[in-house]
Each structure stands twice: as C-alpha cells, then as structure tokens.
C-alpha cells in the first residue's frame, strides 16, 4: 500500500508513547489536534501509555473526553516495558497509512508534522525525518554532555555506517505504515539505539528518506531517560551493526 497525492485519502496515526508525562499530555495534544485540523490532515492520536505512577492514563482519558475517541486512542500496558514495543503496540491499532512518531515531552513541536506531510509528497518517500543537524535545526537546552553524546553518536554512525540521514538519534519521523512495520520486524534493538538502528536498516532496504530541519527543545517537566546504561548499549549496537551489515 503506496499512498501518495491528495490530502483526503490519508490517514496519519500519530504515536505519543508515555512515561510519567502528565503535565506534558494535555498541551501536546492540544497542540496536535490544533495544527493537524488547521492544515485539514485526517489524524488520529495514540498513546500508549506504560502504567505511569503520575496519572498520565488518567489525563488521557480526560482528553479523549473532550476530544473524542476516535480522535485520542489509548493503549495503555500494565508496566514500563520499553519505547520499542510501544511502537509496536501502537501501531497494531493504527488506521492510517502513515504512522508519525514523536516524543510526548514537547521536545518535538506539531507544527512540523507539516513539513513532514508535505516533505513525503514531494517525491513519494517511505520514511521522513526531523533532523536538528541540517538547515534551521537546532537543540536547545541541553547541557555540554548530552550535546557530545548526541553529537558523538551521531558522528561515530555516520563515520561507521553511512546511513544517508543526518540525524540519526531523533525521534521524531514520519513513516508508511507498511515500511515501518517492515522496518521494526528487521530491527534488533531495543531502546535509545533503535531509533538509530532503524534509520540504518531504512537504508538498507533501499527505502527512500527525506529530512526536514527540526529544532529540540529539552524537556520542561519531567526528567530524561538517558543515562550511562543507554550510551554503553548504544556504543555496543553500533559496533552490533557495524559488524553485521
Ligand atoms: N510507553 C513508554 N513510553 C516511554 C518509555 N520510556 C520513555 N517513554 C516516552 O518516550 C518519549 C521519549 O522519552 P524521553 O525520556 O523524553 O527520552 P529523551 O528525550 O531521549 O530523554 C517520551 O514521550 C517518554 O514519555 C517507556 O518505557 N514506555
Ligand atoms: C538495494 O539497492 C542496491 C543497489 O541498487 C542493490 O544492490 C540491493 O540488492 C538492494 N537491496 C534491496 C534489499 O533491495
Ligand atoms: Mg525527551
């Protein structure tokens, strides 16, 4: 299933995985909602939420009130089991043909959903990514550790790896529904590296990628997950993949 040309046909699922994001759910999807009606893209939100102790399902179900069910989907699990089978989750339930992938944290702003739609009609791609390392992209927020971790994961891939994407850690990207269930099946990686290892793998199946400059902004409320585990694991699936591909 290839979709591409006019706006009524697709569908976009947008997948918000949740982690203790109760102050951040209701403005990002107020903000969803907001610029996917203005620029008029049929959409629906998932969240899959992992049984945060702060009450986040609880916010999600307050928002689907107001929103509507079909509009805000949830597909909560029982415990914390991981931002890569939450994808999977969620796109189990998804009903469009482009699945969008971003942080809940509003580190990715909605209004490049956009850019991105009208970055995959441009020449039909499977995947789209937000880059902070081209044109306007930027971070901000981040202190001199997390820039040289990003920074150096990304330089140490391209130097590796050559992917043909330039920013390699982020997460926020829109895909086909049909590559990026493709993608996931022929990914091994679980965690901070398997947004790296996806990329990878979009390259090697000869999937088409387009980019387009985005700028992070480091999360308000909340604290990160990453840590010295993420960055050692990451190091050990470069060098997995670098080996096997
Ligand atoms: N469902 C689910 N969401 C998660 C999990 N870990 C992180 N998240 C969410 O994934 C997104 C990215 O996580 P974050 O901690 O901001 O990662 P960082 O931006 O790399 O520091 C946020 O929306 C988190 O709430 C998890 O185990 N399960
Ligand atoms: C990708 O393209 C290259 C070069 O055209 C080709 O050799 C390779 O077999 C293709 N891989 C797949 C998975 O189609
Ligand atoms: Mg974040």
Same mark, same amino acid.
């Given at each position: 299933m290839s979709a591409s040309g006019t706006n009524s046909k697709n569908k976009y699922s947008i997948l918000l995985p949740t982690y203790n994001e109760v102050e951040n759910l209701p403005i990002i999807i107020y903000l969803i909602v907001k610029y996917m009606s203005k620029s008029g893209y049929d959409h629906e939100i998932i969240v899959i939420d992992d049984g945060s102790p702060d009450g986040t399902l609880e916010a999600a179900k307050q928002l689907q009130n107001i929103y509507g069910k079909d509009k805000i989907v949830l597909r909560p699990r029982e415990k914390k089991l991981g931002l890569g089978t939450a994808y999977i989750h969620g796109i189990q339930h998804a009903t469009g043909n482009f699945i969008v992938i971003m942080d809940?944290?509003?580190? !990715? !702003?909605?209004?490049a959903i956009a850019d991105f739609i009208k970055k995959q009609q441009e020449k039909d791609y499977d995947v789209v990514s937000g880059t902070r390392y081209i044109g306007g992209g930027g971070v901000y927020g981040w202190d001199f550790k997390r820039k040289l971790v990003s920074r150096g994961a990304n330089f140490l891939t391209q130097l590796l790896l050559r992917p043909g994407a330039s920013d390699l850690t982020g997460s926020f990207r829109l895909y086909k529904k049909d590559v990026l269930e493709t993608l996931i099946k022929s990914c091994v990686s679980k965690g901070y590296v398997f947004q790296m290892e996806m990329i990878i793998r979009a390259r090697q199946l000869n999937y088409t990628i387009g980019e387009v400059p985005i700028t992070f902004v480091d999360r308000l409320y909340g604290e990160s997950k990453l840590g010295g585990t993420e960055i050692i694991q990451f190091v050990r699936a470069l060098l997995y993949l670098f080996a096997t591909t």
């Open positions: 809940a944290d509003l580190s !990715h !702003h909605p209004k």
